[in-house]
């Protein structure tokens, strides 16, 4: 029995020394590898000089964008500019007429006795001082303007475009609403 285990343990012990030698020598061949790859300083691991740069890039425009401040003059959400900006409303014959629901002077002509041509409800009154139409009396003709008395009240108004050509200028971004 003796010699069986004699054996037994010649053998555990040879395996053992071959095993010591075989990962010895992975060590040293893994050791050399890594001595290869540090050598070389062009390799960089876990990086990418094109994706830096355009991450980099991307920061610097959201930076940028993040900055800027932004100031409306005009009230964006006002749907009378989008609606009259895609021209639908240039052949509305109501919205027209709601563009000529007060008057509207068209022009003057001077002279010993003063005339204006005003616009109200699609109709064009011919008026002198002293005239009155649908509820308006003329006071005074000037140059490019005429005073009308409503009521009591006094109101000066100044020759303007036609409602159509309003309506035009208005979707063409010409004129302020």
């Given at each position: 029995?003796?010699?069986?285990?004699?054996?037994?343990w010649?053998?555990?012990?040879?395996?053992?020394?071959?095993?010591?030698?075989?990962?010895?020598?992975?060590?040293?061949?893994?050791?050399?590898?890594?001595?290869?790859?540090?050598?070389?300083?062009?390799?960089?691991?876990?990086?990418?000089?094109?994706?830096?740069?355009?991450?980099?890039?991307?920061?610097?425009?959201?930076?940028?964008?993040?900055?800027?401040?932004?100031?409306?003059?005009?009230?964006?959400?006002?749907?009378?500019?989008?609606?009259?900006?895609?021209?639908l409303?240039?052949?509305?014959?109501?919205?027209l007429?709601?563009?000529?629901?007060?008057?509207?002077?068209?022009?003057?002509?001077?002279?010993?006795?003063?005339?204006?041509?005003?616009?109200?409800?699609?109709?064009?009154?011919?008026?002198?001082?002293?005239?009155?139409?649908?509820?308006?009396?003329?006071?005074?003709?000037?140059?490019?303007?005429?005073?009308?008395?409503?009521?009591?009240?006094?109101?000066?108004?100044?020759?303007?475009?036609?409602?159509?050509?309003?309506?035009?200028?208005?979707?063409?971004g010409?004129?302020?609403?």
């Open positions: 029995m003796k010699t069986y285990s004699q054996l037994f010649n053998l555990l012990m040879l395996l053992f020394v071959i095993a010591l030698g075989y990962f010895g020598w992975e060590g040293y061949s893994l050791n050399s590898k890594v001595n290869e790859l540090a050598e070389r300083p062009q390799i960089t691991v876990g990086s990418d000089k094109d994706l830096e740069e355009t991450v980099d890039r991307m920061e610097n425009t959201l930076a940028d964008i993040q900055n800027q401040t932004f100031n409306v003059s005009k009230d964006p959400l006002e749907i009378t500019r989008v609606v009259i900006a895609r021209n409303l240039l052949d509305d014959k109501s919205f007429a709601s563009l000529e629901s007060r008057p509207r002077l068209s022009c003057t002509i001077k002279g010993e006795n003063p005339r204006a041509i005003v616009r109200l409800r699609s109709k064009n009154h011919v008026v002198g001082v002293g005239d009155s139409f649908e509820g308006y009396r003329v006071t005074a003709i000037g140059d490019n303007t005429i005073s009308l008395n409503r009521n009591g009240q006094s109101e000066t108004l100044r020759v303007q475009a036609a409602a159509k050509d309003i309506a035009k200028r208005l979707a063409e010409q004129l302020d609403w």
